[in-house]
């Protein structure tokens, strides 16, 4: 249910009507219309508030519950409450300082630290349906500060984020690595990443019934597998994290991407062209090993235009 502000501010004190129009923006009230502001009921205390201040100035307010007769209806109003562009611009930031922590000394780079996570917490706050894109920009977040931690206090112990495990690539090489048969977006970045960044000789076993993994081989993004989801993380970024690559920027623009198209959240700029790409490439290849080594020159592609984009920089 949901609580609406039907308001007429009054043409005088002009601060009134500044103060009310600020504290509308500051709860991130939804606008149906002008003078017409919604909030989900459960904060319609905050509406309250505002309601009184406006009656005071001779102002007209009033506070009315409204339902939805459709479940249309009841959309197009939480669709006034979608943050994901927020999390998108705030996520920019946490990657801006994340490219200059190297450069940075202990108490800028804990200052900065604050003001993103005071960014983070305005957002949170106004972000009234929360969903994937928040536990995912907290996740950054707490992801950030372990990464501070260890440069500025590197003989702390640290948990890694989602309890995942430094493994040593040296004892992965010339593996089979196995996943579900027709890889999609999260299975096909694994498995370049596998090639490139982890085992230069792999072989791939493309599972129809994930219970029947081969004896001996290493199983990725299914329920069970050696590498899969873990809390926020989706199996790429696991695997990023699993062999200590987490601090690649260019692996982590890829990411973003990988987890926006598997999971939700955060938008990506290069999510719907990537998602564009390997559909394409996997309507035209039936047999997995080749639609693997086509979409492996799609994210060669990626990686060295990040990397180059990085280098300008």
Known sequence: MWSVLIVTLPTQPSAVRLRIWRALKALGCGALRDGAYVLPSAHAGELD?????????????????LHCRTPAQEAELAALFDRAAAYGEWRSALQQLRAELPSLGETEARRRLRAVADALQAIVRIDYLPGAAQQQAQADLAALRLELDARFSADEPHARSGGVKRLDRRKYSGRRWAT???????????????VRFIDPQPSFVWLDDVAKLPRGAIGFDFDGAAFTHVDTLVSF?????????????????????????????????????????????????????????????????????????????
């Not at 579900?180 to 596998?194: G, N, Q, S, T």
């Not at 290069?270 to 492996?296: C, K, P, Q």
């Open 49 to 65: 508030k505002l309601a009184e201040e406006v009656r005071a100035h001779a102002g007209s307010a009033s506070v009315l519950d």
């Open 180 to 194: 579900r048969a027709r890889p999609w977006v999260d299975r096909l970045a694994c498995c370049w990443l596998i």
């Open 237 to 313: 970024e696991v695997m990023m994290a699993s062999f200590g690559l987490d601090d690649d920027l260019p692996l982590r623009r890829i990411a973003a991407a990988v987890h926006y198209l598997d999971v939700g959240g955060i938008p990506s700029p290069e999510a719907a062209g990537l998602e564009t790409i390997l559909s394409g490439l996997r309507d035209l290849h039936a047999d997995d090993d080749t639609l693997v080594a086509a979409s492996n020159t799609v994210f060669d592609a990626m990686y060295a235009a990040h990397t180059a984009q990085g280098a300008r920089q």
